[in-house]
């Protein structure tokens, strides 16, 4: 395929502004947001009269993080785990439905209510069932991992495989394209960005998911961590949990962010544009 | 290669409300054929009939010795659409070779097309970074781009500039008489309509009936000479009282 040929576009791209510039303008960003929790924080510590196992400074916090390095880590590595298998099986579920809604519609009017039944039990009810049907499983929690993030996914699908434009399609009919050829030449990449619109929702409620079914049912993880601390009044580790579970939330947001902008044609287009 | 077209009691309806009255016409292989009208009067309607992208509600078209669906599916049809069929995520080129590929049949080099289209110099641009007048021309050079034997365009010509639209259509004329197609061509445009077509059909206001077939009596392809023949000026006289007749009774 010709299509990493010289851009002519590329002239139009504006030179990248010098890096100590750029650099500093990346820095300003992380650093604000970082700056005005912390002031908050500290705020909230001096006019509440609380006790610090229930709001302990930011440092002791940090230094929790890093005394309990060990143990914060493995745990970190356990919810990364069922976060990710879930989040895949989320995304497997919601596609292949989308697809096959599209490919056989009566499977559409089968099994649509399910799966709107299956979105509106509450989680926990549905954690108590997993539970004990697998026990403290990985696959109770991908399950309810994946069960969470379906949906999105699905619903956000099926209207991206309609957003393609109709005199395009009557363009592969005219050509007696395959249904494959429609789906993967047309419709998927029509539908591309909404199916990254819903990663950025199923992304980082999976962690969130994981770490909920952890707290409920689970030796393991970082919800694991927050139940074991709790019970040792260990505020300070509640604390240490809930910023690396933020940061990974927000790295996960990020990533598919950047990851979706590359997949989606119309970003790369306007890029191009300059 | 060109094909025959026969078109035999088409109409077509949409709940209660007729879009096309019943149409029969003959058409010889390598004819073009016009379809002018007001607008709604059933053009892009039978348009879709013959490209077997609807069904007609009386009747059945014939192509060669096919149905419409039976000419679609060995690929002989061509449809430039009225909006540009263009993927905006392709490079104008790879939109051109797209065609040829799900067609798996290459009509012509996809440069060359481009730049008799006077598209040079911008065929890797994609759809957004294009005119809208250029654009359409990568929709016309994408639509034939497979060598169909029965081209229909919907105002094709209808974003470009009039010197740009005479100029395509003398080059997509020539065209023609290197590659012969049988044409069906919409346009509101009635000097560009007795400038390319053997004949043109001229349509009622909606509900769309055949009026009048007119035929222009002199070879193609033509030269823009054509426009100050007496003959040329006297069809498109009459078919602009033609029409002007019918806005009037309407
Ligand atoms: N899918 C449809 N459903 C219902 N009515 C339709 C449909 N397609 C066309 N029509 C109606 O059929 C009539 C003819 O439409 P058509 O698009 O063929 O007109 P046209 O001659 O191409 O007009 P224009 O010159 O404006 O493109 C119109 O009244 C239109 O509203
Ligand atoms: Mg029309």
Redo the contacts with the bound molecule.
């Keep these: 395929m010709p299509t990493d040929i010289a851009l002519p576009s590329d002239q139009t791209r504006p030179a990248p502004p010098p890096l100590l510039p750029r650099v500093g303008m990346v820095a300003l960003r992380v650093l604000t947001p970082v700056c005005s929790v912390l002031a908050l924080w500290y705020l909230a510590i001096w006019f509440s009269s609380l006790p610090a196992f229930v709001i302990p400074r930011p440092e002791r916090v940090l230094d929790v993080l890093w005394v309990d390095r060990a143990f914060i880590f493995v745990n970190l590595l356990a919810t990364l785990k069922v976060a990710t298998i879930g989040f895949l099986w989320a995304n497997i579920a919601g596609i292949g439905l989308a697809i096959l809604f599209d490919l056989l519609p009566p499977t559409r009017h089968m099994l649509m209510p399910a799966a709107i039944t299956l979105r509106n039990v509450p989680y926990i009810a549905m954690i108590s069932v997993l539970m004990l049907a697998f026990g403290d499983s990985i696959l109770s929690k991908t399950a309810i991992v994946a069960l969470s993030g379906f949906f999105p996914v699905l619903v956000n699908t099926m209207a991206g495989l309609r957003a393609a434009d109709e005199v395009q399609l009557d363009r592969m009919r005219i050509l007696n394209a395959s249904w494959w050829q429609t789906f993967s030449q047309v419709r998927l990449p029509y539908a591309i960005p909404s199916i990254v619109a819903a990663q950025e929702i199923t992304g980082s409620s999976s962690i969130i998911v994981a770490i909920a079914a952890e707290w409920m049912i689970s030796s393991t993880g970082l919800g694991y961590v927050i139940n074991h601390a709790m019970q040792n009044y260990r505020g300070d580790q509640v604390y240490a949990v809930a910023l690396i579970a933020t940061g990974l939330s927000f790295v996960i947001y990020s990533l598919v962010h950047a990851l979706g902008g590359r997949l989606d044609w119309r970003v790369a287009g306007e890029q191009r544009r300059g | 290669m060109a094909a025959a077209i026969s078109i035999r009691n088409v109409s077509r309806r ?2 209660d ?1 007729w ?2 009255r019943p149409v029969d016409l003959e058409i010889a292989a390598g004819e073009l054929i016009a379809l002018v ?1 007001p ?8 348009l879709r009939i013959v490209a077997d992208l609807q069904e007609p509600t009386t009747g059945e078209v014939r192509i060669g010795a096919d149905s419409a669906s039976e000419a679609r599916r060995k690929r002989l049809l061509g449809l430039v659409s ?1 909006r540009p069929a263009v993927l905006p995520w392709k490079r104008a080129i790879d939109d051109v070779r797209f065609t040829q590929k799900i067609a798996g049949r290459v009509g012509f080099d996809p440069a060359t097309v481009l730049r008799e289209f006077g598209l040079e110099g911008h065929e890797t641009k994609r759809a957004r970074e294009l005119s809208g007048g250029m654009l359409q021309r990568v929709n016309i050079a994408s639509a034939m781009a497979h060598d169909p034997s029965v081209l229909l365009m919907d105002e094709p010509f209808a974003a470009l500039d009039e010197m740009k639209r005479e100029e395509i259509g003398e080059w997509f004329d020539r065209e023609l008489a290197t590659r012969p197609k049988t044409v069906l061509f ?1 346009t ?1 445009h009635i000097d560009e309509a007795v400038m390319l077509a053997d004949r043109l059909l001229v349509f009622s206001p ?1 509900p ?1 009936r055949v009026l009048e077939v007119v035929s222009v009596p002199v070879p193609r392809p033509r030269d823009a000479a054509f426009r100050q023949d007496p003959r040329f000026v006297a069809i498109a006289a009459h078919v602009r009282s033609l029409l002007a007749q019918q806005v009037e009774a309407a």
């Design positions: 949409f709940g409300n879009a096309l009208g607008s709604g009067c059933g053009k892009t309607t039978m009225q919409v509101h909606a769309g």
